[in-house]
């Protein structure tokens, strides 16, 4: 079972992506091949829920964090190994046999388009089956633990073939027919699955590279699972891998303190502290690096965000309407049972601020009443984070402070503790000179 992001969620932390724009994948997209790529977003679309197995593949990726590794093919191969496999069709079989005539003039006038390619496939899939045989030999030697365990399946899985009796060809040396149609018979039709499971494992090779070289680059350190059954979060020093020279933030939240309930004014960074959080749990839930010092975390079985969520004409929803299904959703989820980390932002904000207050209070006092979940809640209202302190002092109250230096505003983008008067809207609009210019006496409107 993997773990649940829906779209939104996917959106609101730029997973993905959209056109032109940067995105997670984008970040961790260093594989060598295209079916590397294809198999990192595979990833990426189904993340892990299962701890054993994000320790696995967290295992992996320590291994080539520690000791650097470059693929170890030429990359053009797989492009032509990945053509030859898709002639498949059983017509392009190749016949024992003697040539007919207009075999005989094609191959005398080196006119047999069909032949040739499937020479070059052959080649092709010979190089990487010898060079994969080569670096499973050499690297099982090195490899302990999981990975070295992993090889082995991957070396298990060819022994005993017909793949194994499949000799490295030559494509400067001429290469007898019935070789030939022996070969092509072995990769295109008896061992076609084989060798394209082969493929996968290597597309698999390829992705831990480059989640490694990853973490080397850009600092990030391997998630580490609690399975103790605390439904314990600890971020340290996280920061968004988007941003650039992003500010590192702590948090800690647990059955206890389950609730994260954050303000600060516009511009002081809430949004995007809370799509670091975001990030880097669900990176974790994939095994691979994350944007941090370290995180430790209970795994999850959903991750659910409402950062920028859209109306939807279509559908005739206002903001507001569209902010309650999302809530909807959740509570949902809750009454199944599932194990959740939700980030609220600015909750209800599509209304007025009588009923956003009391909305924000009332899910809050119920979202506290399940420990086993976390959640993330930012808001402008500062009444409502007040009356939440008297009735639950174990909720966490966070803030990202604004400090006003000759009437602009700073903002430092570091977490503090307790809860924010700031509000410096008004300082925003009278700096940027909106009411003089609708003062002005040059607007021929007055």
């Not at 207050?357 to 984070?385: M, N």
Request: charged residues 20%; glycine residues 6%; contains cysteine.
């Amino acid at each position: 079972m993997s773990l649940i992001i829906d779209k939104q969620t996917a959106d609101d932390l730029a997973i993905f992506g959209q056109r032109g724009k940067e995105s997670v994948f984008g970040l961790f997209n260093k594989t060598a091949t295209a079916g590397g790529a294809a198999l990192l977003e595979e990833w990426f679309t189904y993340p892990l829920s299962k701890g054993s197995q994000i320790e696995e593949r967290a295992q992996t990726i320590e291994h080539f964090i520690a000791h650097p590794a470059v693929f170890p093919f030429e990359t053009s191969l797989f492009d032509q190994a990945l053509f030859y496999l898709d002639m498949a069709d059983e017509r392009s079989r190749l016949h024992q046999g003697k040539q007919t005539l207009k075999e005989k003039l094609q191959a005398l006038l080196g006119a047999d388009d069909a032949y040739k390619k499937v020479i070059a496939g052959l080649v092709a899939c010979s190089a990487i089956l010898h060079g994969w045989r080569n670096f499973l030999e050499q690297s099982q030697t090195q490899a302990a633990g999981t990975l070295g365990r992993q090889l082995k399946d991957f070396a298990r899985r060819l022994e005993g073939s017909a793949l194994e009796t499949i000799p490295l060809l030559d494509e400067k040396k001429k290469i007898d027919r019935q070789q030939v149609i022996l070969l092509d018979n072995i990769l295109r039709f008896e061992e076609k699955d084989l060798f394209q499971g082969m493929l996968r494992d290597i597309y698999t090779l390829d992705v831990y590279i480059a989640a490694a070289s990853v973490a080397r680059e850009r600092n990030f350190a391997l998630p580490k699972i609690i399975v103790d059954g605390s439904d314990t979060l600890r971020y340290e020093a996280v920061f968004h891998p988007l941003v650039p020279q992003a500010k590192g933030n702590s948090l800690s939240m647990d059955r206890q303190h389950n609730i994260t309930f954050l303000t600060g004014a516009n511009m002081a960074g809430k949004s995007t502290f809370m799509k670091s959080l975001g990030i880097a749990l669900f990176l974790a839930h994939l095994g691979f690096p994350v944007p941090a010092k370290s995180l430790e975390f209970s795994p999850r079985e959903a991750i659910y965000t409402s950062i920028n969520l859209p109306d939807n004409i279509q559908m005739g929803y206002s903001h507001f309407y569209a902010e309650v299904l999302r809530v909807k959703k959740v509570a949902q989820q809750l009454a199944e049972g599932k194990k959740l980390f939700v980030i609220f932002d600015e909750m209800f904000r599509g209304t007025n601020v009588k009923d956003a207050y009391e909305g924000t209070v009332a899910v809050v006092a119920k979202l506290y009443q399940h420990p086993g979940c976390q959640f993330v809640i930012s808001t402008h209202i500062l009444e409502a984070g007040e009356a939440l302190q008297h009735s639950h002092p174990d909720i966490r109250y966070v803030f990202l402070p604004t400090i006003l230096k000759n009437g602009i505003p700073h903002y430092t983008y570091l977490l503090q503790e307790g809860i924010t008067a700031d509000r410096h809207g008004m300082v925003i609009i009278q700096n940027e000179g909106i009411l003089d210019l609708l003062t002005s006496k040059e607007s021929k409107c007055v």
